[in-house]
């Protein structure tokens, strides 16, 4: 059974700090990882990803997949209070139909 | 341009009634998910359709059933609602390229708020 977990569960910082997030897989037929970020309601897309693009930068986030380690980290520096959300990371093992798995997420808060 | 549209917003349900989510998408996606999301378990998959006319299950059917109408449009059907499917239900649907690429990129709905007493 795939599995993807997340850590930590939960996170509060200040603003300003600079975090990172951790998600750790085991898959069967790895073809890519993807991060989300969720506020009020529906999950937002941030990074995918691959064997062919293990690093992903936009603004103050950032990303990196480890193969070899069979993980991924998410930074987010000089956080604001917009960065409070729940953020998901999702890995793709392929197959005939493209599913993902979800990890529980971590909530990010990030006070003023 | 709308994206994933999910109706209704809010719903709550006596034990035992039955009730359709709708999920439409207008962005000629081949793939359409059905997700639920229960505090501390993450995103769940009940039913996914990875092209007109084909459904499979996903982590969670059981208590579920799932019609891909049409390209744009994929409903989830409770016929006997319980407490324990009490949620936070989400669609999303994604373009799968044949080929030479893929995408596995999800698009997801605003969601349904469905409680179940």
């Known amino acids: 059974e795939d599995k993807v977990v997340q850590s930590p569960l939960s996170l509060v910082v200040h603003e300003g700090d600079t975090v990172t997030l951790n998600c750790s897989y085991e898959v069967t037929n790895f073809r890519s990882l993807l991060w989300y970020k969720q506020e009020k309601k529906a999950p937002t897309f941030l990074f995918m990803l691959?064997?062919?693009?293990i690093e992903k930068k936009s603004g103050r986030l950032s990303s990196i997949l480890d193969k070899k380690e069979l993980s991924s980290i998410l930074n987010i520096t000089a956080t604001q209070t917009g960065d409070s959300a729940i953020y998901l990371c999702?890995?793709?093992?392929?197959?005939?139909?493209?599913?993902?798995?979800f990890g529980k997420g971590t909530l990010l808060t990030v006070n003023p | 341009n709308a994206g994933v549209t999910q109706t209704p917003k809010f719903q709550v349900l006596k034990t035992g009634q039955s009730m359709t989510l709708q999920c439409a998408q207008d962005?000629?996606?081949?793939?359409m998910y059905w997700y639920r999301q229960d505090p501390g378990m993450g995103l769940r998959l009940i039913y996914y359709?990875?092209?007109?006319?084909?459904?499979d299950k996903g982590e969670v059917p059981n208590g579920y059933n799932v019609s891909r109408l049409n390209k744009r449009e994929f409903s989830l059907r409770l016929e006997s609602a319980a407490p324990s499917q009490t949620s936070v239900y989400f669609c999303?649907?994604?373009?799968?390229?044949?080929?030479?690429?893929?995408?596995?990129?999800?698009?997801f709905g605003s969601g349904t708020q469905l409680s179940v007493l």
């Open positions: 999702a890995v793709n093992s392929g197959g005939s139909n493209y599913k993902l798995t």
């Open positions: 359709s990875a092209s007109e006319g084909t459904t």
């Open positions: 962005m000629n996606h081949n793939s």
């Open positions: 999303a649907s994604s373009e799968i390229r044949s080929g030479q690429g893929r995408n596995e990129k999800l698009f």
């Open positions: 691959t064997s062919s693009g």
